[in-house]
Antibody
């Protein structure tokens, strides 16, 4: 079964840092672009970042640019999100997702269950 | 940035009824639009991609249509398992990736 499992979430104070991990099983992430998406409890989905297969291309939402860094270790089959200078507005459930080419374009088709980040003093 | 608008925000229906959800884009996204279903405490699940193609394992009661700026997700006959929030996502211009705000389908 193709699966993604996030970890690393927690409670931390404003200004702090955290690294999230996303371990894949049942497939190799080396063949896929990978994404992070977040969701404030009770609110909608917000795309955060993506990375291509060979780490040469990364993109970020404006709200996290310069503070978050997406990376991957294809040998470990794991995706990461380094989050620095965290603020209350970053409180959310963070999901990792696999992108896969389907017919005409690429879509996020496998998602993890998410890990919760709470930023509060 | 392409903005997606979904309507209605909430749709209150009974099992067996037809659900029609709308997603409108601020500019053309061709047919590069997906629909996701999310239940409380769960990750989103891909239902429809390329505007009208059902993802693997998705029942035939789910159908998508549209192109350009106007898209529709139809659930032909609601089952209890279908009460959830539905999001659209455009893949025409990335970054940034943009989701719609969601439509909640709840039990009347």
């Amino acid at each position: 079964e193709e699966q993604l499992v996030e970890s690393g979430g927690g409670l931390l104070q404003p200004g702090g840092s955290l690294r999230l991990s996303c371990a894949a099983s049942g497939f190799s992430i080396s063949n896929h672009w990978m994404h992070w998406v977040r969701q404030v409890p009770g609110k909608g989905l917000m795309w955060v970042a993506r990375i291509n297969t060979d780490l040469s291309t990364t993109n970020y939402a404006d709200s996290v640019k310069g503070r978050f860094t997406i990376s991957r270790d294809n040998a470990r089959n794991t995706l990461y999100l380094q989050m620095d200078s965290l603020g209350a507005e970053d409180t959310a459930v963070y999901y990792c997702a696999r992108e896969r080419h389907l017919l005409q374009h690429d879509y996020m088709d496998v998602w993890g269950k998410g890990t919760t980040v709470i930023v509060s003093s | 940035e392409i903005v997606l608008t979904q309507s209605p925000a909430t749709l209150s229906l009974s099992p067996g009824e037809r659900a029609t959800l709308s997603c409108r884009a601020s500019q053309s996204v061709s047919r590069y639009l997906a629909w996701y279903q999310q239940k409380p405490g769960q990750a989103p699940r891909l239902l429809i991609y390329d505007a009208s193609t059902r993802a693997t394992g998705i029942p035939a009661r789910f159908s998508g249509s549209g192109s350009g700026t106007d898209f529709t997700l139809t659930i032909s006959s609601l089952e209890h398992d279908d009460f959830a929030v539905y999001y659209c996502l455009q893949r025409y211009i990335w970054p940034p990736g943009t989701f719609g705000p969601g439509t909640k389908v709840d039990l009347k």
